[in-house]
């Protein structure tokens, strides 16, 4: 059985214009992100060095680490906007899911690090170099800029539906994590406490380590198609369901593309509705999807006759195609009865109905002797379940 697709994915909506001003968002917040390190980079460098203190300027190191990043993300939020071709025929997101990835490995790299700083910190605290005061000034500014900066990239995040600016987001946060373990420790060993930096710098290690392995983990599965959780896909299902002419669903199945989120479904209709007629509740289930869930840019909707998940009865053979099943039709007619005005052929159950029309002028005939030529040649051909011979009153 090979029931008809129709793919939806080049409709004429407004939508379209939505992913150019998503990428224009996602750029204007990374540029916001570069230069504010830039800039504490700088700082950070200048004020570490004049004041004698090795953590603000092992700090900035990780501010210019930040740079890298927020580059990677301007150009992916540039190209990963970039339309469909023939290469990529469901765009370019996925750009987005493998820079969040890297991201998230970062994180988790970041987190490690502090962990082992840590450590090594703890060991010799004795070693630790005292510090101008000045230092201390830098990174509380430092963490109230990283802060801001954190806060003002998550809401755009959010805003834009993008992953990776959130996963940026959360780099700043580790950066002004860093910078408070810095503030903590520069305030420490003026008042005389200097374990207070290595046992922050633990403790937000750990932070960062698991936000990053989570980050990356989301991206991982966004990777290999993983669906959408149940309570969303029960929400489509309902949806679908009460779509006027559907009257079964089943494999639906869900992924998701950066901000977007692909949805294949296979609907089943009354099986003796016209092509025609099939195809315009294929059309009503993709527009009320895309109505009440804005976030499912492109569904797939596959026509069935019936269930294809129910068992179906044992074939009795091979199902002729319709050339041959005119060509039988036509023997049982006879060479000399009327030519069918119109015949429709349902493939069902893995069997065969037929509806021969007739208009009534060209009826048979004899249509008892056709009744008992049919009813005889089907008892020798089982994979016919019915065929029926109506006269079409109206041309």
């Known amino acids: 059985m090979h029931p008809s697709e129709y793919p939806h994915n080049a409709r004429g909506d407004a939508s379209e214009d939505l992913p150019l001003a998503r990428s224009r968002g996602i750029q204007r917040a990374t540029l916001i992100a570069i230069g504010t390190n830039a800039t ?13 203190a090795f953590s603000l300027v092992a700090d900035a190191a990780h501010t210019l ?3 890298v990043t927020d580059l990677l993300v301007l150009l992916a939020g540039r190209h990963g906007a970039d339309p469909a071709d023939n290469d990529h025929p469901y765009g370019h997101g996925r750009i987005e899911t493998i820079t969040s990835l890297l991201l998230g490995a970062v994180l988790a790299a970041v987190g490690i690090g502090f962990l ?5 910190r703890l060991q010799n ?3 630790l170099p005292p510090v101008h005061p000045a230092a201390l000034a830098m990174a509380i500014l430092t963490l109230f800029a990283k802060e801001g900066l954190f806060r003002y990239t998550l809401a755009a995040s959010r805003r834009l539906r993008a992953p990776m600016l959130e996963a940026n987001a959360w780099h700043a946060r580790s950066d002004a994590a860093s910078s408070l373990v810095v503030a903590v ?5 003026i008042a005389g406490y200097p374990f207070l930096e290595p046992l922050a710098a633990a403790v937000v290690g750990f932070l960062i380590l698991h936000m990053g392995l989570k980050l990356g ?6 990777l290999i198609d993983t669906g959408l959780p149940e309570e969303d896909v029960a929400r489509l299902r309902l949806t679908i369901e009460s779509t006027p002419g559907v009257i079964g669903l089943h494999e639906l199945r869900t992924r998701r593309m950066a901000d977007r989120v692909l949805c294949d479904a296979h609907v089943q209709v009354n099986p003796r509705i016209t092509v025609s007629e099939g195809h315009r509740i294929s059309d009503n289930v993709y527009f009320a999807v895309r109505a009440r869930h804005p976030e499912v840019k492109d569904v797939l909707v596959h026509i069935d006759p019936e269930d294809d998940d129910v068992m179906q009865s044992v074939p009795a053979g091979p199902l002729p195609e319709r050339a041959t099943i005119e060509a039988e ?4 007619i006879g060479p000399d009865g009327p030519h069918p005005r119109r015949t429709l052929v349902h493939y069902l159950g893995q069997r065969l109905e037929v509806d021969v029309f007739f208009t009534q002028d060209e009826a048979p005939a004899s249509v008892d002797a056709l009744k008992q030529r049919t009813t ?3 008892a020798a051909h089982p994979q016919y379940r019915r065929i029926s011979f109506f006269i079409q009153i109206a041309p």
């Open 40 to 52: 504490l980079t700088i700082g950070q460098v200048i004020i570490g060095l004049f004041a004698n």
């Open 65 to 67: 680490s930040d740079l």
């Open 116 to 120: 082992l700083s840590s450590g090594v």
């Open 125 to 127: 605290m004795s070693n």
């Open 185 to 189: 420790g520069i305030g420490g060993s």
């Open 217 to 222: 983990w989301k991206a991982i599965r966004e």
């Open 329 to 332: 039709i036509g023997a049982l």
């Open 376 to 378: 005889a040649w089907m």
